[in-house]
């Protein structure tokens, strides 16, 4: 929990921080939309390369956001795996036969629970994971004596390799572009820019300032409510109890005892978020004053200039390739 950082605000002095935040938003969308409309491997490191050209003249450091990542790393693995597994498509880059024997069975479950017993001692849990899992391959792979109990072979193609990579690059693109986002703008800008970019929706009646505080509270209220998780798992360390060990029925009520707290520590801070509001006079679809108001710069007009140049190239090569 503690690597999570979207909807956190880290200071800084950078053009970032000097943007609006309306042309930060825009800017998102734009290269969200260029990276969807890319479709081969090159062109996605491409898209790549610039957003860690921005994180490095944006004064964002590059593992603060690779730490963030860290949440969505199994997820990133699904996707690499089943698409290695399921595309069968391209060259045959990479073929071996799996075998299961009488030998091979014991061994490899002393191996998995080698694995689960250790894996509490390891820093880096995830590469133990991946070292663990290319071991039990290479073994059936290679050491396959006694009788066979079952067999299967494991094919990669060219095809199913670049995709996964694509995927895997794409994801860790939309994540970062959001994480900027959030980690470069204050809550309340933020409301206020998302409320100004919605406010053509009020020609059909809906209402963009309520839409925009809905948006902007989830997202300041993530890192406080995942703190909160965090103090209150140490708290029941401190007394006892292991979220990583036990069977699946003790682990299901810790994870019970967790969500209980949880659920009376966030409806104490929406009755207080509540009362503060309630405090300044805050009243539902009423004309609210501002104490800053938004300024539009040259900065802002550059960068989404360069932003739509981004999104022109990335059409451009979607049909040239």
């Known amino acids: 929990m503690k690597n999570i950082i979207i909807g956190q605000y880290l200071p800084g002095t950078s053009f970032l921080y000097k943007m609006d935040p309306r042309s930060k938003i825009i800017a998102l969308m734009i290269l969200m939309i260029s990276t969807f409309i890319l479709k081969d491997v090159t062109h996605i490191l491409i898209m790549l390369g610039v957003v860690l050209l921005i994180l490095k003249i944006g004064g964002i450091p590059i593992v603060r956001i690779a730490r963030g990542l860290k949440p969505i790393m199994i997820l990133l693995l699904f996707t690499f795996t089943f698409q290695i597994i399921f595309i069968k498509t391209g ?16 061994l490899m479950i002393f191996i998995i629970l080698f694995w689960y017993l250790t894996r509490r001692y390891i820093k880096f849990k995830f590469l133990y994971l991946l070292i663990t899992a290319f071991g039990i391959l290479t073994m059936l792979s290679l050491y396959t004596p006694g009788s066979v109990l079952s067999s299967s072979t494991l094919e990669v193609y060219g095809d199913g390799l670049s995709g996964a990579f694509f995927i895997m690059v794409r994801l860790i693109i939309i994540v970062t572009l959001s994480t900027i986002l ?3 703008t204050k809550p309340t800008d933020l409301n206020l820019g998302l409320e100004k970019i919605l406010k053509p929706l009020s020609i059909i009646r809906i209402n963009a300032e ?6 902007s509270i989830a997202l300041r209220y993530i890192p406080t409510l995942l703190d909160e998780a965090n103090k209150i798992m140490l708290a029941q360390a401190s007394r006892g109890v292991d979220f990583t060990e036990g ?12 969500l209980v707290p949880m659920f009376i520590i966030s409806f104490k801070r929406s009755d207080d978020l509540a009362n503060a509001m309630e405090a300044r006079s805050f009243v539902p679809g009423k004309r609210r004053t501002r104490l800053h108001t938004l300024s539009w710069h040259n900065l802002d007009t550059t960068v989404i200039v360069f932003c739509i140049f981004i ?8 049909v040239m390739f």
Do not use: G, W, Y
Not at 210 to 215: L, N
Not at 247 to 258: A, R
Not at 311 to 318: G, P, Q
């Open 91 to 106: 060259n045959l880059i990479f073929d071996t036969e799996l075998t299961l024997t009488v030998f091979t069975l014991p």
């Open 210 to 215: 309520e839409i925009a505080m809905i948006i």
């Open 247 to 258: 069977k699946f029925k003790d682990k299901v009520m810790q994870i019970i005892s967790l």
């Open 182 to 184: 959030t980690l470069t």
């Open 311 to 318: 999104f022109i190239s990335a059409i451009t090569v979607r």
